[in-house]
C-alpha cells in the first residue's frame, strides 16, 4: 500500500542440589541522549529493585531504572531469563512479568523529563493474553532523588504506569556523560527538538541508523488508510485508520474530528461520518526488535469515551530489501491499541 490522497552472565547463586543456573545477561543502559546535545543520567538510580503498589490488595509491581536484572521476579528456580519488572499479586503464587530489558524504548521530553518503556515480549491472541508493558515516567523534580508519585493499570491489565519524580530525569549537557563504559542510548529526535515533522531519522540503542524519510508524506491532503475489522462474539465492525508513519499531522484528522479545535493528531479513527484523534506526532517512542522497527504513538489524554486508557498505534515496520512499502496485517490489540505490521526497506538499517 502506498501513500494516497484520500497514508528487544548474571549467575543466580543458590543451593540448589549442588549447581548455579546461569541467567540471561544484560548490560543496563542507564544514560539516556536527547537530541542533538542533552543527556538523562540515571546511573545513581541502578541496581537498585523499586516497589510500587497498586491497588488495596497490596499488589505491587518491582521494577529497575534502567533494565537492570530484578530477582525477585524470576517464578522460581527452573526461570533463568532476566526481567525488568513484574507484578507480585497476593493471590497469585506466580509473578506476571511486565518488563524485559532488552525491549526498552525511550522518549525525551525535555526539561519535563523523560519515559522510559519496557515489554513483556509475551503474548498469546489465541487465548486474549495480551502483551504486557511498563511506562517509567520520569518526571524532572530538582528537590530529590526518587520520590513515586502514582502507580497505575489500564483496565484491560495491559499497560502499566508508574510515575517518578527525580533530579536525575532533568537533562543535562551531553558534556556531563561521566567517563565510564556505561552505554549511551540515543533516541530519533523528537518533534519539539527539531523545526520541522519531517525528519524521520531513527537511532537505536546501538547508535545504528534508521531512515523512514522515504515514508513521509510530500503533501498536506496526503495519508495513509488501513482498514480495520472487528468480529466478535456476533459483532462486526469495519473501520479505517487514517495515519502517517513519520510524525507529521494530518490535516484531514483535524477537519473529521473539529475543524475548529485542531488537534494535530498524526492518525485518526474513522466510523463511518465519525472520527476521534488516536495519535500525537510529538508523543512518539521506538524500538527495534531483531528486524522489525517499532514506532509508538500515543494521544495526549484519556479519550472522551472514558475507557481509562490513551490511544495508541503501534507501526511494526520489518526490514525488506525488496518491499518499498506493504501492509501485511491491520488488528485492534487492546481496547485503546491498534496495530499495523507492513513490509519495508525503509525499515533496514543503513549500511555505511
Given at each position: 500500500?502506498?501513500?494516497?490522497?484520500?497514508?528487544?552472565?548474571?549467575?543466580?547463586?543458590?543451593?540448589?542440589?549442588?549447581?548455579?543456573?546461569?541467567?540471561?545477561?544484560?548490560?543496563?543502559?542507564?544514560?539516556?541522549?536527547?537530541?542533538?546535545?542533552?543527556?538523562?543520567?540515571?546511573?545513581?538510580?541502578?541496581?537498585?529493585?523499586?516497589?510500587?503498589?497498586?491497588?488495596?490488595?497490596?499488589?505491587?509491581?518491582?521494577?529497575?531504572i534502567c533494565g537492570e536484572p530484578v530477582l525477585s521476579c524470576n517464578?522460581?528456580?527452573?526461570?533463568?531469563?532476566?526481567?525488568?519488572?513484574?507484578?507480585?499479586?497476593?493471590?497469585?503464587?506466580?509473578?506476571?512479568?511486565?518488563?524485559?530489558?532488552?525491549?526498552?524504548?525511550?522518549?525525551?521530553?525535555?526539561?519535563?523529563?523523560?519515559?522510559?518503556?519496557?515489554?513483556?515480549?509475551?503474548?498469546?491472541?489465541?487465548?486474549?493474553?495480551?502483551?504486557?508493558?511498563?511506562?517509567?515516567?520520569?518526571?524532572?523534580?530538582?528537590?530529590?532523588?526518587?520520590?513515586?508519585?502514582?502507580?497505575?493499570?489500564?483496565?484491560?491489565?495491559?499497560?502499566?504506569?508508574?510515575?517518578?519524580?527525580?533530579?536525575?530525569?532533568?537533562?543535562?549537557?551531553?558534556?556531563?556523560?561521566?567517563?565510564?563504559?556505561?552505554?549511551?542510548?540515543?533516541?530519533?529526535?523528537?518533534?519539539?527538538?527539531?523545526?520541522?515533522?519531517?525528519?524521520?531519522?531513527?537511532?537505536?540503542?546501538?547508535?545504528?541508523?534508521?531512515?523512514?524519510?522515504?515514508?513521509?508524506?510530500?503533501?498536506?491532503?496526503?495519508?495513509?488508510?488501513?482498514?480495520?475489522?472487528?468480529?466478535?462474539?456476533?459483532?462486526?465492525?469495519?473501520?479505517?485508520?487514517?495515519?502517517?508513519?513519520?510524525?507529521?499531522?494530518?490535516?484531514?484528522?483535524?477537519?473529521?474530528?473539529?475543524?475548529?479545535?485542531?488537534?494535530?493528531?498524526?492518525?485518526?479513527?474513522?466510523?463511518?461520518?465519525?472520527?476521534?484523534p488516536i495519535g500525537k506526532p510529538e508523543l512518539h517512542s521506538f524500538?527495534?526488535?531483531?528486524?522489525?522497527?517499532?514506532?509508538?504513538?500515543?494521544?495526549?489524554?484519556?479519550?472522551?469515551?472514558?475507557?481509562?486508557?490513551?490511544?495508541?498505534?503501534?507501526?511494526?515496520?520489518?526490514?525488506?530489501?525488496?518491499?518499498?512499502?506493504?501492509?501485511?496485517?491491520?488488528?485492534?490489540?487492546?481496547?485503546?491499541?491498534?496495530?499495523?505490521?507492513?513490509?519495508?526497506?525503509?525499515?533496514?538499517?543503513?549500511?555505511?
Amino acid at each position: 500500500m502506498s501513500p494516497s490522497s484520500y497514508k528487544s552472565i548474571i549467575l543466580i547463586f543458590g543451593l540448589i542440589c549442588t549447581f548455579v543456573l546461569p541467567v540471561q545477561s544484560y548490560t543496563p543502559q542507564c544514560i539516556y541522549r536527547e537530541y542533538p546535545d542533552k543527556v538523562y543520567n540515571f546511573t545513581q538510580l541502578t541496581y537498585e529493585p523499586f516497589t510500587a503498589t497498586i491497588d488495596e490488595k497490596n499488589t505491587t509491581i518491582l521494577f529497575s531504572i534502567c533494565g537492570e536484572p530484578v530477582l525477585s521476579c524470576n517464578n522460581g528456580t527452573e526461570d533463568t531469563k532476566t526481567y525488568q519488572s513484574c507484578l507480585k499479586d497476593p493471590g497469585n503464587k506466580q509473578n506476571t512479568i511486565i518488563g524485559t530489558p532488552s525491549t526498552i524504548s525511550i522518549s525525551p521530553r525535555g526539561s519535563q523529563g523523560i519515559i522510559i518503556g519496557y515489554k513483556s515480549g509475551i503474548s498469546n491472541t489465541t487465548s486474549g493474553v495480551c502483551e504486557k508493558s511498563i511506562n517509567l515516567e520520569m518526571i524532572c523534580a530538582n528537590y530529590t532523588d526518587f520520590m513515586l508519585e502514582s502507580a497505575t493499570r489500564s483496565q484491560d491489565e495491559c499497560e502499566y504506569t508508574v510515575k517518578i519524580r527525580s533530579r536525575y530525569a532533568c537533562p543535562k549537557n551531553a558534556s556531563y556523560i561521566p567517563s565510564t563504559n556505561t552505554p549511551v542510548v540515543t533516541p530519533s529526535p523528537t518533534s519539539e527538538q527539531i523545526p520541522h515533522y519531517h525528519d524521520c531519522v531513527f537511532y537505536d540503542i546501538q547508535n545504528v541508523k534508521y531512515n523512514l524519510s522515504g515514508l513521509q508524506l510530500q503533501g498536506d491532503n496526503e495519508y495513509y488508510n488501513t482498514t480495520f475489522e472487528i468480529r466478535e462474539a456476533g459483532l462486526y465492525q469495519r473501520f479505517s485508520l487514517l495515519y502517517s508513519i513519520c510524525p507529521q499531522p494530518l490535516k484531514i484528522c483535524d477537519k473529521m474530528v473539529d475543524i475548529y479545535s485542531p488537534t494535530g493528531s498524526q492518525a485518526c479513527h474513522v466510523f463511518r461520518k465519525n472520527a476521534h484523534p488516536i495519535g500525537k506526532p510529538e508523543l512518539h517512542s521506538f524500538s527495534v526488535q531483531e528486524w522489525i522497527f517499532i514506532l509508538t504513538y500515543m494521544s495526549k489524554t484519556v479519550d472522551e469515551d472514558h475507557t481509562g486508557c490513551n490511544y495508541k498505534l503501534e507501526l511494526r515496520l520489518r526490514c525488506d530489501y525488496g518491499t518499498n512499502f506493504h501492509i501485511m496485517s491491520s488488528k485492534v490489540v487492546s481496547q485503546c491499541l491498534y496495530q499495523i505490521d507492513a513490509n519495508t526497506r525503509h525499515a533496514c538499517p543503513v549500511r555505511y
